[in-house]
């Protein structure tokens, strides 16, 4: 399995996301934004950081990279697509997401050890996890704040669409404590929180952050 | 050259916590009857020739402002 993360001028996350790929068992493909080339990469990973600087509004002109074409287009056809922290705006900025992300209410940067809960163990993410089950991985963020209309909130919930929510308090004030929101199929996944710096002992608070990546190699499989 | 601005500010219902940070700063300076402040962009774009509506309505809705969270206003130079 061949598992791509792209890399946006301002990335900060790219190589840790590429460990976390390898450490899952699949073999990590670095891709760059400006080309128009997914290498018939069979995932796809957005990684955290400040593409732009977070010029204009964080992730708004990495979303309009020539290689955020083909990813929008291979998601339609159903392409397993992950966005940490700066790839979650990415991702929102796109419209493979819904909601925004806004400066955090406190206006702080907050990083800490976060606690998450699993409420969707069936996306192309997260089955590793359980349903109900929490975990703990880093959150580091300035604009993490989960935002959409009330009306759009209530669909989201309705269906299902809040993959991860905020436990043990709310990092940056994100409606309705949302840490991260999926697609309707369940192929597209966002999140604020770190998985990729929680996937060994020696680095991370936990290890929890490893079945995003373990996930997908194994909805791959399920899928060939 | 001729001038058009866009304005961007959060929807209403978006809360907006750095103008609430002004409006504290307001409050501690002394400035009364300040009921809120809500933060923007502004955005000064030069063109070449005749500012074509139809392509800047564009710019200002799809890359200036992201209408899930703001509200946009384009104002053209006859303005």
């Known amino acids: ?224 | 050259m001729p001038e058009v601005v866009v304005d961007v500010v959060l929807k209403p219902e978006i809360s907006d916590p750095q103008g609430q940070a002004v409006l504290g700063a307001l409050g501690r300076l002394g400035h009364a009857g300040i009921r809120s402040v809500r933060q923007g962009k502004h955005f000064v774009i030069e063109v070449d020739g005749e500012p074509d509506e139809a392509a800047l309505r564009e710019i200002a809705t799809t890359l200036l402002a992201n209408p899930v969270i703001e509200d946009v206003e384009l104002h053209l130079p006859t303005d």
């Open chain 1, 1 to 224: 399995m061949r598992i791509g993360v792209i890399t946006f001028p301002g990335s900060l996350d790219d190589v840790d996301a590429a460990r976390a790929v390898r450490l899952a068992g699949a073999e990590p493909v670095s891709l760059w934004h400006g080309d128009h080339d997914l290498q018939a990469v069979d995932a796809v990973v957005l990684p955290g950081g400040f593409s732009y600087g977070d010029y204009l509004r964080a992730g708004a002109i990495a979303a309009r990279s020539p290689l955020m074409a083909d990813v929008v287009a291979a998601a339609g056809r159903g392409l397993p697509v992950l966005g940490i922290c700066n790839g979650f705006q990415v991702l929102c900025e796109a419209g493979l997401l819904p909601g925004a992300l806004t400066r955090n209410s406190h206006l702080h940067f907050r990083n800490r050890d976060q606690g998450l809960l699993v409420e969707r163990a069936d996306t192309a993410w997260t089955s590793s996890y359980r349903q109900g089950q929490t975990i703990v991985v880093p959150v580091k963020n300035g604009e993490g704040r989960y935002v959409a209309a009330d009306a759009e909130l209530d669909r989201l919930e309705g269906e299902g669409r809040v993959v991860v929510r905020y436990v043990g308090g709310n990092p940056n004030g994100s409606s309705r404590d949302i840490a991260g929101v999926t697609s309707a199929d369940g192929r597209v996944v966002g999140l604020m929180p770190h998985p990729e710096h929680a996937v060994e002992d020696l680095t991370g608070p936990s290890t929890d952050g490893l079945g995003f990546f373990t996930s997908v190699l194994s909805s791959l499989v399920g899928a060939a």
